[in-house]
């Protein structure tokens, strides 16, 4: 098995700019994380899906920030307009949730920077 | 809410020695509790997961314990080597999510 696959592994960008990266699962996983890993807060979960269907997305910081997963093999996090505060390394999990807590398998991450 | 914290932040030993990470919570109602490993510019790898009905969990030269009414777990790295280099999380799970603590950056050297 891949693994969790996240594209690009590296984006510079500008102010202002839409940015959208994306996560495919690991095949057969039920459940869709996104999280942001910076200096200062150190890793954060932003929004979750089970099914397809978002569950919590609290941790979406602002409007400016949306998720969608139009099917169990794909997922997208867009940023429009982005902000320079917006550089971080935003990861994608996955796992197979039935009952109780499931293991998360993690991506390698994208590594975005805001100019 | 729900706040997590490692001590030490940062640990620098040579090779060999056998060392202790902590990780603190503030709030015991959670379900378990995950140590991670990542290296630098690479994601998370489990390392142990603790069941909240476990008081500790072992792999190879690493022990994770967990005592919920404290607010406390350590892992336990025996023998140190190089390839140990690396940050450890750790992150309390409350239902679904995980709740990372801040880190511990451990370097092993020769």
């Known amino acids: 098995d891949a693994g969790v696959i996240q594209s690009p592994r590296h984006e510079v960008t500008e102010m202002g700019q839409e940015v959208t990266l994306r996560c495919k699962p690991i095949?057969?996983?039920?459940?869709l994380f996104w999280y942001r890993q910076t200096m200062m807060r150190g890793l954060e979960l932003l929004i979750y899906?089970?099914?397809?269907?978002?569950?919590?997305d609290s941790g979406m910081p602002e409007d400016r920030f949306s998720a969608k997963m139009p099917n169990a093999s794909f997922s997208t996090l867009k940023i429009q307009p982005s902000e320079p505060r917006d550089s971080a390394v935003y990861f994608c999990?996955?796992?197979?949730?039935?009952?109780?807590?499931?293991?998360?398998?993690f991506g390698p991450g994208t590594r975005l920077t805001v100019l | 809410k729900q706040e997590v914290t490692q001590i030490p932040a940062a640990l620098s030993v040579p090779e060999g020695e056998n060392l202790v990470l902590n990780c603190s919570f503030t709030?015991?109602?959670?379900?378990?509790l995950q140590w991670f490993r990542q290296d630098p510019g690479k994601g998370l790898t489990s390392l142990l997961l603790?069941?909240?009905?476990?008081r500790e969990q072992t792999s190879g030269r690493l022990n994770a314990s967990l005592d919920k009414s404290s607010g406390r777990s350590t892992l336990y790295i025996a023998a140190s080597q190089p390839g140990d280099s690396a940050t450890y999380l750790c992150?309390?799970?409350?239902?679904?999510?995980?709740?990372f603590g801040t880190g511990t950056r451990l370097q092993v050297f020769p």
């Open positions: 095949s057969g996983h039920n459940s």
């Open positions: 603790i069941q909240s009905s476990q």
């Open positions: 992150a309390v799970i409350v239902t679904d999510k995980l709740i």
């Open positions: 899906f089970n099914n397809n269907v978002p569950i919590d």
């Open positions: 999990a996955s796992s197979f949730r039935s009952n109780g807590y499931n293991e998360q398998f």
């Open positions: 709030d015991s109602a959670i379900y378990n």
